[in-house]
């Protein structure tokens, strides 16, 4: 059956490939990207996260398009690496506006529509390294391992309408976001991959898709990681 999917950070990488593959399975798909471009086959919407106003506003151009949203992943995210003693609270509060508040946002504006359906699937973006830290990241990190607190206490609040919120947590995976890493910090990661090579976006987007499916309907508050056994899910 085909369903209303929304996607935030939609234009390339992890985002691109989840819309693609809930595309390709006969879903009607909308990406938000901060341009509004979006390849043939998904409805491309200008919103940037850290702006609720635009957040609300693609979600209404979403819906009138596709009918109400069903399944929402909060996908968009940046880095912004540097050690914690040299990083500014500017470079820590930015991470924290894309990837924590504007998950908030995002979350908040899809579930005002899915409360009165009695149905939905909340899937957030989150990382391994949210869980295993990572020198660099303290920003980065913090907003990853705080996602789980958001979601198990959306768990809570919206369990009696039949909607559920998971976390994917990505190991290190091929996209834009990875390709500045140095050749020893990706040795690094690779040694503590178990599998020894990097994910596909596409390896992730199948476990989103899973999640949002309605044989995962009985899992919520879950953290499914996508990292080649990387932290072995911790
Ligand atoms: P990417 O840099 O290719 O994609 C990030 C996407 O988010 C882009 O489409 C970008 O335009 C969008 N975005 C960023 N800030 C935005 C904003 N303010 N408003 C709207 N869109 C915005 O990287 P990716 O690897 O595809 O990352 C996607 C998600 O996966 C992120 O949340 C990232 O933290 C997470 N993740 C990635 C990896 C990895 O190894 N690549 C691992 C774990 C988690």
Known sequence: ???????????????????????AAGDRVAVTSRSGEAEEGLLGLKADVTEPEQVEQALAEAEAAHGTVEVVVANAGITLDTPMLRMTENQFEEVL???????????????????????????????????LGSPGQTNYAATKAGLLGLARSLVWELGDRNITVNLVAPGIIDTDMTKPLSAA?????????????????DEVAAAVRFLASEEAGYITGAVLPVGGGIGMGH
């Open 185 to 201: 910090r990706m040795d690094g990661l690779m040694r503590t991959t178990p599998l020894g090579r990097l994910g596909t976006a």
């Open 97 to 131: 506006r894309t990837n924590l508040t504007g998950v908030f946002t995002t979350v908040r504006t899809a579930v005002r529509s899915m409360l009165p359906a009695r149905k939905g699937r909340i899937i957030l973006v989150s990382s391994a390294l949210g869980f």
């Open 1 to 23: 059956m085909s369903r209303s999917v929304f996607i935030t950070g939609g234009s390339r990488g992890i985002g691109l490939a989840v819309a693609r593959s809930f595309a």
